[in-house]
């Protein structure tokens, strides 16, 4: 008879299920505590919606203990609100950093990035149920 499988330790079932999200706010963290930054294609609304789609998604990994086909609309809607909450703490933080400007419109775009994430993940589990 085998033995069932190893169960993983609570801190690195944590680690797994909120790392990418924690990883990820520190990434937006750091890149705003800088006065300038590099100018990629495209313009900073952009910027702000793909990095926040990125954040929302992994919000949606962690509220859903790592199983995305397990987003409901609270899951999607949690973690726009997470992600939106964030994007103005961010903005609030950036009011302290020299050069930098607090924008309402970056931290639209923020929630913005998020809910197309949230709602995306949400669509596709509903696509794949039919």
Known sequence: ???PPARRSAPAA???RWGPALAWAAVI???SSFSRLPSPPGNDKTHHLVAYAV???ALVWGLTDRAPRRT???IALAAVLLASAYGASDEFHQGFVPGREVSALDWVA???GAAIA???LRAAVII???
């Open 1 to 3: 008879m085998t033995p």
């Open 14 to 16: 944590a680690a797994l």
């Open 29 to 31: 963290f750091v890149l």
């Open 110 to 112: 923020d929630t913005a």
């Open 118 to 120: 949230a709602a995306g």
């Open 72 to 74: 409901t609309w609270g």
């Open 55 to 57: 954040l929302g998604a």
């Open 128 to 130: 794949r149920a039919r």
